[in-house]
């Protein structure tokens, strides 16, 4: 018997983490982003997870060149909030990228794929519609151990990645 959809999607999304850690990245040909400006969408449910989030993704930004003064943190109350927070910010001339942290812990209940199915379309509509990166950075774990695992645990730091995603689609045009 197949597990539905959404469980088939985040079996292979934590099978294929299973052996890597989420910071370690190739650093070169990465774009000149003192310019840009950055906003970061944080959820605070699960804060416990988020804020080593946030800290990564901040810490990566500033690692390759971006200005403290051009990085906006914004705080929503969940994940579900992520994608009118990405819009407002979005929305905003100066805004380069968008990245959106989260974390979204399986339950008792479909409520876990709700969020999820949400988020994503959301955030994707997002960068649609402001057509400037607006990256997922949002944990769909099975338990608390894997998300303590990828916010700075042995699987790395998610919050590292999405800041990577950000710049490396800041220089898309550069390739």
């Not at 934590?14 to 190739?26: C, G, I, P």
């Not at 449910?45 to 800290?55: A, G, H, S």
Request: glycine share 8%; proline share 5%; aromatic share 8%.
């Amino acid at each position: 018997m197949r597990p539905p959809p959404a469980l088939s999607f985040l079996l292979y999304t934590n099978m294929a983490t299973v052996n890597q850690n989420l910071s370690e990245h190739d650093a070169s040909h990465l774009p000149n982003i003192s310019q840009h400006h950055f906003s970061i969408v944080t959820a605070e449910w699960n804060r416990e997870i988020t804020q080593p989030l946030l800290e990564g993704a901040i810490n990566t930004l500033l690692k390759h060149g971006a200005q403290q003064k051009f990085i906006r943190s914004k705080w929503v109350p969940g994940s579900y909030e992520l994608t009118l927070g990405a819009q407002w910010e979005a929305s905003r001339s100066k805004v380069d990228a968008v990245i959106c942290l989260g974390c979204v812990i399986q339950g008792e209940t479909p409520h876990f794929d709700y969020i999820c199915q949400s988020v994503a379309q959301g955030i994707k509509d997002v960068a649609l519609k402001y057509n400037k990166p607006v990256i997922f950075g949002v944990l769909t774990t099975l338990d608390q151990q894997q998300a303590q695992e990828r916010a700075g645990g042995k699987h790395g730091n998610k919050g590292d990645e999405a800041a990577l995603t950000a710049i490396k689609m800041l220089g898309f045009d550069e390739q």
